[in-house]
């Protein structure tokens, strides 16, 4: 079992940067892969980010890349998600999501956080 809170969400301008981040509890959060997805007022939740457990490989969107970093701290059992050169349509509510027997870039995490705001005005 993994335990998610996510924090660092708010609302800025287009051009600012937002570090959001994922507080994790339960003896599986350091073997488990880590996502990062969001959802859009009226879209389907998509996929942002992701790092395996070691924190050896890392995904993106073809939307983010080269705007955002996802990193994980297994000491900490956090996992960052760095948002720079935010856009109007990276606005929405951004989840965390864990589990120790997918793929990173999996779409079936088993755990989720409750989500973390993200406007992002023009």
């Known amino acids: 079992q993994v335990q998610l809170v996510e924090s660092g969400g708010g609302l800025v301008q287009a051009g600012d940067s937002l570090r959001l981040s994922c507080a994790a509890s339960g003896r599986t959060f350091r073997r488990s892969a880590m996502g990062w997805f969001r959802q859009a007022p009226g879209k389907e939740r998509e996929f942002v980010a992701a790092?395996?457990?070691?924190?050896?490989?890392?995904y993106y969107a073809d939307s983010v890349k080269g705007r955002f970093t996802i990193s994980r701290d297994n000491a900490k059992n956090t996992v960052d998600l760095q948002m720079n050169s935010l856009k109007p349509e990276d606005t929405g509510v951004y989840y965390c999501?864990?589990?120790?027997?997918?793929?990173?870039?999996?779409?079936?995490?088993?755990?989720w956080g409750q989500g973390t705001q993200v406007t992002v005005s023009s």
């Open positions: 790092i395996s457990w070691s924190g050896g490989g890392t």
């Open positions: 999501a864990a589990d120790p027997r997918v793929t990173p870039t999996s779409l079936s995490y088993n755990y």
